[in-house]
């Protein structure tokens, strides 16, 4: 029996979703049936077997729309596999060492008993939105810090977790 599994994200600038896309694209490969969407726009988690939750961090929060997509769904989330990333350091220090999760995260982790929690770099292109993304970019601090092999190589472990759950009851 196929798994449903969701991706659900909160991105301001599209480079969350692009994380979200390349995790579903991996969990798809693994022969998983996966829905990527952004979290605002989820009525019901009911249909899923597993959902990973992502979200850009700014000024050390996770995006608004993946923690009120945690708050909506809270009590079907704790009945599945959870697995939560964050996106967000404008350097390198990701893709170089484990990052914890923010505190809102860690309390999010513990709340679902999440199986697992990541911080991958983030991205800030010319054209962001926002007054403080505008000046980071002013300041030269932009760039794109994602790690797509790492991105793909923590998708694959999940993938993996429920293949071997797969058929067992919830």
Known sequence: M????????GTTNGST??????VAQVLRKGGLTVDAAPAASVRDVAEYDAVVIGGGLYAGRWHKD?????????RALSER??????SGPLDPSASERDIPP???????ADRLDARGHVTFGGCLREGAKGRIAGMILRNGKGG???DFERIEQWAAGIAGELQETAGAPR
């Open 102 to 108: 923010v505190p809102g995260v860690r309390r999010t």
């Open 81 to 86: 596999p959870v697995w939560l990333f964050s």
């Open 144 to 146: 794109d810090y994602r």
């Open 2 to 9: 196929a798994m449903n599994v969701l991706v659900a994200y």
């Open 66 to 74: 993946a923690r009120r997509f945690v708050r909506r769904h809270r």
């Open 17 to 22: 979703a692009e994380i979200a896309e390349t």
